[in-house]
């Protein structure tokens, strides 16, 4: 049965924060919604990331209802030991389609095989700069090896068949937004997608912060536009995937501000700790899964309450 929230929007998309723990301290992150100080003075000690046959029960229980899709993200997903355990356990479930995670990527090329191997289709890596002091700037890694240990691991996850393999760019306003070239060259050089993704800010946009180094990506969407021989729009969130000359596929994720990005969110999300969250940008309304993470009922129960109370964000 596909479900279909009250908008009229179906939820396909699972995105599961496998872990809080992160080895940078990205100055933009939004910590997959859960930064705010609401969450800051909830977060307590008993809560522990759900296991693998809590994450296989999840999954398994929502295929049902049309899920056909996971991400995993964190945190950072590879500090987790038992992510491929994860990874596998979700592919023995046969109605998932397409298994996709988001890493920093800084433990990716010793991991790309594994990964690979246990069934993972594609992987998003963070890439926020390509200048090595920009890059610890805004990641908080101290050494000036940051860069080039991301695109090794691109380039392995390339090399053992992760595809598509995308960069994830946040674009910040005067510390990358001169570089997207640079970046689109990346991409053809490594054959890889590019992904620009506009700063959010889920703590609100009145922050100090969002407005210094927020930066629009609509004049580069219409750049691209005139551009690209080719253009598609993604199912999800209406984004535009642009195919230049050179190859290389530009995809721009512009959330801010933007109804048609919230009317075609198919997307509903899972905190490490076992409580769906209907929206990245609010923290207001998420619905803890009660009692046992593996009981199919209360799975459902709460997962049913998520859809339910789900809202475009920018409407
Ligand atoms: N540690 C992993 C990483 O760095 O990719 C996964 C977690 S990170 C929160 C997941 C994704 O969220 C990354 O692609 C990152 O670029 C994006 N992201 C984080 N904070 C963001 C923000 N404030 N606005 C837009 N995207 C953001």
Not at 297 to 304: M, N, T
């Amino acid at each position: 049965m596909i479900i279909h929230d009250r908008f009229g929007r179906t939820v396909k998309n699972l995105r599961i924060s496998v872990t809080p723990a992160c080895n940078l301290n990205c100055i933009y992150c939004h910590r997959e919604g859960l930064y705010s100080l609401y969450h800051c003075i909830k977060g307590d000690a008993s809560r522990r990331p759900l296991t693998p046959d809590e994450i296989k029960a999840i999954v398994k229980t929502l295929v049902k209802y049309g899920i056909r899709e996971v991400k995993l993200t964190g945190g950072e997903p590879l500090l987790r030991r038992d992510i491929t355990e994860i990874i596998r356990k979700i592919r023995e479930i046969k109605e998932i389609k397409d298994i996709s995670l988001v890493t920093n990527g800084h433990f990716l090329s010793d991991r790309a095989l594994e990964l690979k191997e246990s069934g993972l289709d594609r992987v998003n890596v963070s890439l926020p700069a390509l200048d090595p002091e920009k890059y610890s700037f805004i990641t908080g890694y101290k050494r000036s090896d940051g860069v080039d240990r991301v695109i090794n691991g691109i380039k392995r996850a390339i090399e053992v068949g992760l595809d598509p393999v995308k960069i994830n760019v946040v674009v910040l306003r005067d510390i990358n937004s001169g570089e997207l070239d640079r970046f689109i060259n990346l991409g053809e050089e490594l054959g890889a997608v590019i992904q620009f993704i506009e700063l959010q800010d889920p703590n609100g946009f009145k922050s100090d912060f969002f407005k210094k180094y927020y930066y629009s990506l609509s004049e580069l969407e219409n750049k691209l536009s005139r551009k690209a021989k080719k253009i598609y729009v993604r199912e999800m969130h209406n984004r535009k995937r642009f195919m230049l000359d050179n190859g290389v596929e530009v995809e721009v994720v512009r959330p801010m501000f933007n109804r048609d990005f919230c009317m075609h969110c198919n997307r509903i999300r899972l905190t490490y700790f076992g409580e769906f969250k209907p929206c990245l940008m609010r923290d207001d309304n998420h619905v803890p899964i009660n009692g046992s993470f593996s009981d199919p009922g209360e799975i459902e129960k709460a997962f049913l309450k998520a859809v339910k109370i789900r809202e475009p964000y920018f409407s």
